[in-house]
């Protein structure tokens, strides 16, 4: 049997770790053969793949980013649809794919399946938002990485008795703030789940600056202060027409600062947070779902994806993956809020 593996959305620490999991899995225990998509749903569409023998995968769960690329293509658009996907695939012997992505990935991916092709899926996102699992790879580093930086923020702040304020990822969702942000002992931690005045916000902030503290506030870039209607966007649209964010973290420092006569700095961490190497943690998610993706291929699970429920690999089928966002539910924020200010 010949497999091909595709990567495609944004990128996240420990998609290398899923693809030699799944490929020695495959290769070891069924001889199956593998090959790998360039650049997501685009090699795909245009039957651009690439050997993948053992040897390809050697020494890569430690490695950052995808070997096989990824992009944002949407296998619908353009030249692509079932119909050409399938002419391809038959023509490389090409028999099952393993699709790893996020929640647009996975969308297609079930589309395609119902279109009669045979494809398991592999959740990632780097702000573990996805339903129907408990955690993704690529989140844990993601945390790890923010919450060092906020720390060395954090003496920085100290030396010069300034607020700071640091911007991590997470369009509609806070995990990264939230877990990064109690980490580091954020004094105020912002996320797109809860709309926060900035009053509330300037409170926190003199707060810890009366006890002699440098104040800190974790922002997500999808926080909403209640005094705006939508997320802060001056960068354009991404390929899927939606608003790039970034940059919230800039507009609350004047803010702050003038309502409280700190000075405050922004920093904004971006995409430092999806790359270099994978935490331990993440190696061993991603390395076991990639195996249990193979699984899915030999029982024949076509529209289904590898889950982690509490420390079990489960098959779940993509709908479960689609639709709800996994979001910061209201007691962990206010659990996280009794440390505020
Ligand atoms: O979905 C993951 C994510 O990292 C978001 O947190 C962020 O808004 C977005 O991707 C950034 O996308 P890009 O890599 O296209 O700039």
């Known amino acids: 049997m010949k497999i091909g593996i595709l990567t495609s959305g944004g990128d996240c620490p420990g998609l290398?770790?899923?693809?030699?999991?799944?490929?020695?899995?495959?290769?070891?225990?069924?001889?199956?053969?593998f090959v790998g998509f360039r650049d997501g749903w685009r090699g795909v569409v245009e039957g651009d793949i690439m050997d993948l023998p053992r040897q390809s995968v050697r020494g890569i769960s430690k490695q950052g980013g995808t070997i096989l690329g990824t992009s944002r293509t949407n296998p619908f658009e353009g030249d692509g649809g079932p119909e050409v996907i399938k002419a391809h695939?038959?023509?490389?012997?090409?028999?099952?794919?393993?699709?790893?992505?996020?929640?647009?990935?996975?969308?297609?991916?079930?589309?395609?399946?119902?279109?009669?092709?045979?494809?398991v899926g592999v959740p990632k996102t780097v702000d573990?938002?996805?339903?129907a699992t408990d955690y993704t790879f690529g989140f844990d580093t993601a945390v790890q990485i923010a919450t060092e930086a906020i720390d060395r923020l954090r003496t920085t702040g100290e030396s010069h008795h300034r607020c700071m304020i640091a911007e991590v990822m997470g369009r509609h969702v806070g995990w990264i703030a939230l877990h990064a942000g109690m980490a580091s002992g954020a004094h105020a931690i912002l996320i797109p789940e809860q709309q926060v005045s900035?009053?509330?916000?300037?409170?926190?902030?003199?707060e810890a600056h009366d006890r002699g503290r440098a104040p800190l506030v974790v922002v997500a870039e999808g926080f909403v202060p209640s005094h705006m209607?939508?997320?802060?966007?001056?960068?354009?649209?991404?390929t899927f027409g939606r608003p790039r964010l970034g940059g919230i973290a800039d507009q609350l420092a004047p803010e702050i600062e003038a309502r409280t006569g700190i000075e405050t700095r922004a920093t904004i961490l971006g995409h430092i947070q999806r790359g270099g190497v994978p935490s331990g943690f993440d190696r061993v998610l991603a390395?076991?779902?990639?195996?249990?993706?193979i699984d899915s291929v030999v029982e024949g699970r076509w529209g289904t994806m590898v889950s982690l429920a509490g420390t079990e690999i489960k098959h779940v089928g993509f709908e479960a993956a689609l639709g709800n966002?996994?979001?910061v539910p209201p007691h962990r924020y206010e659990e996280a809020a009794i440390l505020f200010g």
């Open 229 to 238: 209607e939508s997320p802060h966007s001056e960068r354009g649209m991404d």
């Open 198 to 206: 900035i009053e509330q916000i300037t409170e926190w902030v003199n």
């Open 89 to 119: 695939l038959e023509r490389m012997g090409i028999d099952a794919i393993i699709a790893i992505g996020g929640e647009g990935t996975l969308a297609a991916a079930k589309r395609l399946t119902d279109a009669g092709l045979k494809i």
């Open 287 to 293: 390395t076991r779902l990639g195996m249990a993706a």
């Open 16 to 33: 290398n770790a899923v693809i030699r999991g799944a490929v020695l899995k495959g290769i070891k225990i069924h001889g199956q053969e």
């Open 325 to 327: 966002l996994k979001t």
């Open 128 to 131: 573990n938002d996805l339903d």
